[in-house]
């Protein structure tokens, strides 16, 4: 079956580092989406990306859709500690409405 | 705050008991997800309701039964649970089904025993 695997699995960064994770499938997307999970906490919605090649910014967070609907990547200028988490990828392939989550990076930033 | 509701947020039962875990949203939105997620695992999709109705069932085991009284209600029907089935289990709700963003409640903690 599909799968969406994530890496790295943990990053420990110093407070003010940057931070990439990045989500690799083994099919063509529909699109993603990126949630983050807090330590006993529930997944938050953060973005989806639906295009070959987009490019989408919240802040200090970038988002990317690979030119072949594959991968993405979560990246995070000068990380705070309430970046604390773990964030997941959920991909939708085309022809169903469900998403499979990623297995997840967890991020610690070190003050 | 979460606008999605799930009650209990912590149960143990033994495996012979029954029990329901109980999720309700007031967004208006017409699809509904149970999930599992283990612990510093990814959550697993076990069942969507799409107008109400059961739209995908990842063969999930019978012990579990779904139910979505109405729009706002889904319920997740617990019997004869194993030990393997402690999770958190997870809630959600969009507007609709497909590229819409899932809100999430903040689960239940579940413990067999």
């Known amino acids: 079956g599909q799968q969406v695997m994530q890496i790295p699995q943990y990053q420990h960064v110093q407070e003010g580092e940057d931070f990439t994770t990045y989500c690799n499938s083994s099919?063509?997307?529909?699109?993603i989406q990126w949630y983050k999970q807090r330590p006993g906490g529930h997944p938050v919605f953060l973005i989806q990306l639906v295009k070959s090649g987009e490019v989408k910014k919240q802040k200090r967070l970038t988002f990317q859709f690979g030119e072949a609907k594959k991968n993405s990547s979560l990246h995070i200028t000068a990380t705070q500690t309430t970046d604390v988490g773990t964030y997941f990828c959920a991909a939708r392939t085309s022809g169903t409405y469900k998403y499979i989550f990623g297995t997840g990076t967890r991020l610690k930033v070190l003050a | 705050d979460t606008e999605v509701t799930q009650t209990p947020k912590h149960l143990v039962m033994g495996m012979t008991n029954k029990k329901s875990l109980k999720c309700e949203q007031h967004m208006g939105h017409r699809a509904m997800y149970w999930y599992k997620q283990k612990a510093k695992k990814p959550p697993e999709l076990m069942f969507v309701y799409s107008y109400e109705k059961l739209s995908i069932n990842e063969s999930v085991p019978s012990r579990f039964s779904p139910e979505c009284p109405n729009s706002s209600l889904l319920n997740l029907h617990l019997h004869a649970l194993q030990p393997e089935d402690s999770a958190l289990y997870l809630c959600?709700?969009?507007?609709?089904?497909?590229?819409?963003?899932?809100?999430f409640g903040d689960g239940t903690r579940l413990s067999i025993l």
């Open positions: 099919t063509t997307l529909s699109n």
């Open positions: 959600a709700s969009s507007q609709e089904s497909g590229d819409q963003p899932q809100h």
